[in-house]
Nanobody, 122 residues
Framework: QVQLVESGGGLVQAGDSLRLSCAVSGRTFSSRVMGWFRQAPGKEREFVASISWISGGTYYADSAKGRFIISRDNAENTLYLQMNSLKPEDTAVYYC???????????????WGQGTQVTVSS
């Protein structure tokens, strides 16, 4: 089992930055790829970014490219999502997730956090 706990969400204004964190515990060695997803009210959950726990390679959704940065601290077992130039359309609940897949483009995530709310006002 892998436990994921997100933090760092909040209410910000358009143009602001925010950094989300995800503390990873449990069978962390089984999580080869970590990802961030988001779900806005009335919409389906969508992929934001992923990172290889070992190599640090990254993959981004088009909506995140150039504004968001995914990173990890292996020593602290923590995943991050730095979000810059936030827009009202970035408002959503953000989830971190863990996958046993070795490919960054996987959508097969076995473990999920509880989510953290990000609200961007205009």
């Amino acid at each position: 089992q892998v436990q994921l706990v997100e933090s760092g969400g909040g209410l910000v204004q358009a143009g602001d930055s925010l950094r989300l964190s995800c503390a990873v515990s449990g069978r962390t060695f089984s999580s080869r790829v970590m990802g961030w997803f988001r779900q806005a009210p009335g919409k389906e959950r969508e992929f934001v970014a992923s990172i290889s726990w070992i190599s640090g390679g990254t993959y981004y959704a088009d909506s995140a490219k150039g504004r968001f940065i995914i990173s990890r601290d292996n020593a602290e077992n923590t995943l991050y999502l730095q979000m810059n130039s936030l827009k009202p359309e970035d408002t959503a609940v953000y989830y971190c997730a863990a996958s046993q897949s070795i490919t960054l483009v996987t959508m097969n995530y076995a473990y999920w956090g509880q989510g953290t709310q990000v609200t961007v006002s205009s």
